[in-house]
């Protein structure tokens, strides 16, 4: 599924209205119109919509509440996911905003709110149609993140059966051959003779074998070169350390970290970026059968390191350490994970905001202010180096699970940090990819998180443009 704007061609006017505007928004309408919105009660509250009458009854205008500077801060995309919603027909904005942020927040949240995931039960057909803003690098733009986004939503969305590891490693492919990009897959016990070991051994009791996915593109041969890992995890029962009922009812969605990256990888391929991508994701599923690891195992890392297993639910650690390790083994000028890995992080910030830790300063500030611009909120948390003896249990080098569950999300990326090798420029998303009820844009379901701030801020990041 793809995201575009309507071509230009006839279409009702669309007036963007400001709760203060209202007054001033209704005076220069014709009485019978003027009337119309003032019977409805038309305010101009952010995401209000209405459709008024010309002479001959047919659409003449429509008009979609902004709200005020109050109401915007209380919800993003609003008013583009009201255009979304007018009746059938096609729609152009009088005046698209000249604010860049603004504009592309109505634009985004345009597209973003006609996803519908159809594949099990036909959904209705989103009706209205928004010409594209004049601005046609901003539209090109808007089209292509919003597509990426719809990759990232099917295939979260998509149930385990249907997004094991090996219809995770055809999406990948799809991705690949759809981009000219080369793909690697190192599949069951070829891990093992890879030095993969902990991909292996979280992945080993489930039916469809665990794999390493390895996406490379070429934007440009001397281009910075940018390493993404996303957590593959296609479902997670929690291992032999089962996770109650509850808990595990959303665990389709604990390879968001995967879906997000090939979403971010896409957008950076699709806009042609001069940079070296290498995409790594372990993909398996985290089962309960007689060669699932067990609490109390000591696995061996790829770097050597020894990890001893004292939750076998802490498993997405694991298979990103050894696609860490392999990753560094080439050092990247950026190197980020993405991934579901804790449920602590939920708790620290909520569904809605991408918490995001990394040393790099910089880095950390141009992410800051590009997810503001963006619409894709993001909040850094501390590496926080004194808290290193909570992952040290004594008979191995590292804990997967300490106990107390004190400051989890950190303790989970401090975890991680020990495979990059003292990587500068190391960045590390702790994502829920989850909508937990419609939103404005998001509807219940999967969700690209961080991945639009990212990319918002590559430019400055890779280029200190
Ligand atoms: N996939 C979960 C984390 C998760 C849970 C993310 C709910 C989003 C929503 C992860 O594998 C996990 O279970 N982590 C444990 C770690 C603990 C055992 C140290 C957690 O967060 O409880
Ligand atoms: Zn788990
Ligand atoms: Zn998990």
Redesign the pocket.
């Known amino acids: 599924m793809t995201a575009k704007f309507a071509d230009e061609g006839a279409a009702v006017p669309l007036r963007l209205v400001p709760a203060d505007g209202v007054e001033a928004a209704t005076a220069v309408l014709p009485p019978v119109a003027a009337a119309w919105a003032g019977a409805h009660g038309f305010a101009g509250k952010a995401g209000e919509r209405l459709v008024l009458p010309g002479e001959d009854g047919n659409p003449a205008l429509a008009l979609i509440g902004t709200g005020d500077a109050a109401s915007r801060a209380r919800t993003r995309f609003a008013a583009g996911a009201a255009i979304a919603a007018l009746p059938k027909g096609r729609y152009a904005i009088e005046d698209w905003p000249q604010d860049r942020a603004e504009a592309e927040e109505i634009g985004l949240g345009y597209l973003f709110a006609r996803y519908r995931f159809d594949t099990y039960r036909k959904q209705s057909e989103p009706g209205a149609e928004l010409v594209a803003p004049p601005d046609a690098d901003m539209a090109a733009r808007l089209a292509r993140i919003a597509t990426s986004e719809y990759l990232t939503r099917r295939l979260i969305d998509t149930p385990a059966a249907d997004m094991g590891p090996d219809a995770l490693e055809q999406a990948a492919r799809d991705l690949a051959d759809a981009y000219g990009a080369g793909i690697e897959v190192t599949t069951g016990e070829e891990l093992l003779e890879a030095n993969l070991p902990m991909i292996h051994a979280v992945g080993r009791a489930a039916a469809t074998p665990p794999r390493l996915i390895e996406l490379t593109w070429t934007g440009a041969a001397d281009g910075p070169t940018l390493t993404l890992v996303g957590k593959g995890?296609c479902f997670?029962t929690?291992g032999l350390n089962l996770k109650p009922g509850a808990?595990m009812a959303l665990?389709k969605k604990?390879m968001g970290g995967a879906a997000n990256v090939l979403g971010l990888a896409r957008s950076i391929m699709d806009a042609g970026l001069k940079v070296r991508l290498r995409v790594l994701i372990p993909a398996v599923e985290n089962s309960v059968s007689g060669s699932s690891f067990r609490p109390g195992d000591i696995l061996t890392a790829r770097n050597g390191m020894t990890v001893e297993i004292n939750?076998t639910?802490?498993?997405?650690r694991l298979v990103l350490a050894d696609a860490l390790s392999l990753a560094v083994e080439t050092p990247p000028d950026l190197l980020v994970s993405m991934a579901?890995?804790?449920?602590?992080a939920?708790v620290a910030v909520g569904p809605d905001i991408a918490p995001f830790l990394t040393d790099d300063e910089a880095l950390a500030a141009s992410l800051a202010t590009a997810g503001r611009q963006v619409a894709d909120p993001v909040w850094r948390l501390p590496f926080h180096t004194p808290y290193e003896p909570m992952i040290e249990p004594g008979i191995a080098d590292l804990d997967n699970?300490p106990k107390g569950g004190m400051a989890?999300a950190i303790t989970a990326a401090l975890f991680l940090r020990r495979f990059t090798a003292d990587h500068p420029s190391y960045l590390h998303f702790d994502i829920?990819a989850w909508s937990q009820s419609n939103a404005p844009g998001r509807p219940k379901g999967g969700l690209g998180q961080g991945g639009r701030a990212l990319l918002e801020a590559l430019p400055e990041v890779l280029w200190k443009t």
């Open positions: 995890v997670d929690g808990s665990m604990d939750n639910d802490a498993e997405g579901t890995l804790t449920g602590a939920r699970a989890g829920f």
